[in-house]
Antibody, heavy 120, light 110 residues
Framework: QVQLVQSGSELKKPGASVKVSCKASGYTFTSYAMNWVRQAPGQGLEWMGWINTNTGNPTYAQGFTGRFVFSLDTSVSTAYLQISSLKAEDTAVYYC?????????????WGQGTLVTVSS | SYVLTQPPSVSVAPGKTARITCGGNNIGSKSVHWYQQKPGQAPVLVIY???DRPSGIPERFSGSNSGNTATLTISRVEAGDEADYYC?????????????FGGGTKLTVL
């Protein structure tokens, strides 16, 4: 069965970096785009962008350029989200989500989420 | 950019029908997807392509989309349906397709 398993919670100081992983199983990793979604405490879902798992080409949504980097290691079917120069407002749960197809645009499987807390 | 508007909250008694709306400019021309998110859990797809249900989602969940409003309808509401619900569209019409989520609606079962 399809599973997306994310790395565990992180506590970081302002200015530090964090790398969140999302390991996929149960399907051909390179056949589906991987997306990242942020949810700040008590807030709604916010799309951060996606990465083409075939070419490795990332696309970042407005507001998620510069400090955010999507990457892959296809040898282990894993997608990564790295955030640098962390700020308190980056405190959120970060989800990876598989997009069923580039034409459909919906997310059929989600990771369990990774809580990143930024605090001094 | 495209904006989706949802009511912050909807309340319904058990056994009744809940309707959650998602407003957007000419949203009827787009495909709308709906997610259910319970506290502390990841979102779950409940409706895709306006009205299709993934396997495992009860028939009580249905969707429609026309004009400027898409609607998620939950019939015979149960206590376990209490959750946040989000609508979502994928705007692939431009050179830079993007995803938009509605602000979410908290469904309370009275």
């Amino acid at each position: 069965q399809v599973q997306l398993v994310q790395s565990g919670s992180e506590l970081k100081k302002p200015g530090a970096s964090v790398k969140v992983s999302c390991k996929a199983s149960g399907y051909t990793f390179t056949s589906y785009a991987m997306n990242w979604v942020r949810q700040a405490p008590g807030q709604g879902l916010e799309w951060m962008g996606w990465i083409n798992t075939n070419t490795g080409n990332p696309t970042y949504a407005q507001g998620f350029t510069g400090r955010f980097v999507f990457s892959l290691d296809t040898s282990v079917s894993t997608a990564y989200l790295q955030i640098s120069s962390l700020k308190a407002e980056d405190t959120a749960v970060y989800y990876c989500a598989r997009m069923y197809s580039s034409s459909s645009g919906y997310f059929d499987y989600w990771g369990q989420g990774t809580l990143v807390t930024v605090s001094s | 950019s495209y904006v989706l508007t949802q009511p912050p909250s909807v309340s319904v008694a058990p056994g009744k029908t809940a309707r959650i709306t998602c407003g957007g400019n000419n949203i009827g021309s787009k495909s709308v997807h709906w997610y259910q998110q319970k506290p502390g859990q990841a979102p779950v797809l409940v409706i895709y392509y306006d009205s299709d249900r993934p396997s495992g989602i009860p028939e009580r969940f249905s969707g429609s989309n026309s004009g400027n409003t898409a609607t998620l309808t939950i019939s015979r509401v149960e206590a376990g349906d209490e959750a946040d619900y989000y609508c979502q569209v994928w705007d692939s019409s431009s050179d830079h397709p993007y995803v938009v989520f509605g602000g979410g609606t908290k469904l309370t079962v009275l």
